[in-house]
């Protein structure tokens, strides 16, 4: 009996040390395709669900949330959101950021800001960090203003016109 308990605390010893081995990779511990990058790519596609983008051309359209709703803009537009059923909804936001830069000048950068107003009362913005209950009614029209871009015209860098880059806000919204 001796000998088997020896036996099987060696093959156990054995069998933990050859299983708990160092994993290296981008994510460790996560192993989903086998590719580090490919894993990378599935888990953020899966941490950010696909986002609804408010242009110049959709922006007389309200947007309804039906459960969860990510909406995205790199305009300074405003927007609006209905909910089909009242109740209170986490919000979470990401600013964007828009960056002007020109040869031999350093840049400038100026965060780019989503609200979502009732009125005129602000409810959450994207300067808020974190996530946020909000309680929304139905038959209630909100809206999604967006703020903080600059007319990169009126800016120079030694005489010579600057270039912008615009990075999307993301505002989402989310049944609880």
């Not at 933990?16 to 160092?22: E, H, L, T, V, Y």
């Not at 596609?45 to 790199?74: D, H, K, R, Y």
């Not at 300074?76 to 919000?91: I, Q």
Request: aromatic content about 10%.
């Amino acid at each position: 009996m001796l000998k088997y308990l020896v036996w099987f605390t060696f093959a156990s010893l054995f069998f933990w040390s050859c299983a708990n081995g160092k994993e290296e990779g981008l994510i460790p511990g996560t192993r989903l395709t086998g590719d580090p990058m490919a894993d990378a790519l599935v888990l953020s596609v899966l941490a950010n669900p696909p986002c609804q983008n408010l242009t110049n051309e959709n922006v007389g359209v309200s947007f309804v949330l039906e459960g969860s709703l990510s909406i995205c803009s790199v305009l300074a537009v405003s927007g609006s959101l209905s909910v089909r059923t009242s109740g209170t909804y986490e919000v979470t936001a990401t600013s964007g950021r828009q960056t002007l830069t020109s040869n031999n000048c350093n840049s400038s950068r100026f965060d780019f800001l989503i609200a979502l107003k009732d009125g005129n009362t602000e409810l959450f913005s994207s300067s808020f960090v974190g996530a946020k209950p909000i309680l929304l009614e139905a038959g209630k029209l909100y809206t999604l203003q967006g703020t903080g871009l600059v007319d990169p015209s009126g800016y120079q860098c030694q005489g010579r016109p600057v270039s912008s880059s615009v990075t999307p806000y993301r505002i989402n919204l989310r049944k609880l």
